[in-house]
Nanobody, 118 residues
Framework: QVQLVESGGGLVQAGGSLRLSCAASGSIRSIAVTGWHRQAPGKQRELVAT???????MYADSVKGRFTVSRDNAKNTVNLQMNSLKPEDTAVYYCGVRTWSSRVVDYWGQGTQVTVSS
């Protein structure tokens, strides 16, 4: 079992920045990939960025060059630094992890709201 807790969401003006954190606990060694996803009202949940256990990262085209995912091993957190935010980035952001034995996200956090005003 893996428990995930997101933090760092809030309200920011367009062009501003926010930093989200995903704190993992439990069977941390079972985590193969940690991903940040988001879901805007009326839309499907979409993948924003991922970081593998080996440190490889992937970004959705819509956030490339603006968002950066990083990991703090001492705190067991995966962070998402979001710069140059746009109103279309407004969504609930979720942290999800895939374990070594799975091909899909096994565990989700509760989500954190990010609102970007124009």
């Amino acid at each position: 079992q893996v428990q995930l807790v997101e933090s760092g969401g809030g309200l920011v003006q367009a062009g501003g920045s926010l930093r989200l954190s995903c704190a993992a606990s439990g069977s941390i060694r079972s985590i193969a990939v940690t991903g940040w996803h988001r879901q805007a009202p009326g839309k499907q949940r979409e993948l924003v960025a991922t970081m593998s256990s080996s440190g490889n990262t992937m970004y959705a085209d819509s956030v490339k060059g603006r968002f950066t995912v990083s990991r703090d091993n001492a705190k067991n957190t995966v962070n998402l630094q979001m710069n140059s935010l746009k109103p279309e980035d407004t969504a609930v952001y979720y942290c999800g992890v895939r374990t070594w034995s799975s091909r899909v996200v096994d565990y989700w956090g509760q989500g954190t709201q990010v609102t970007v005003s124009s």
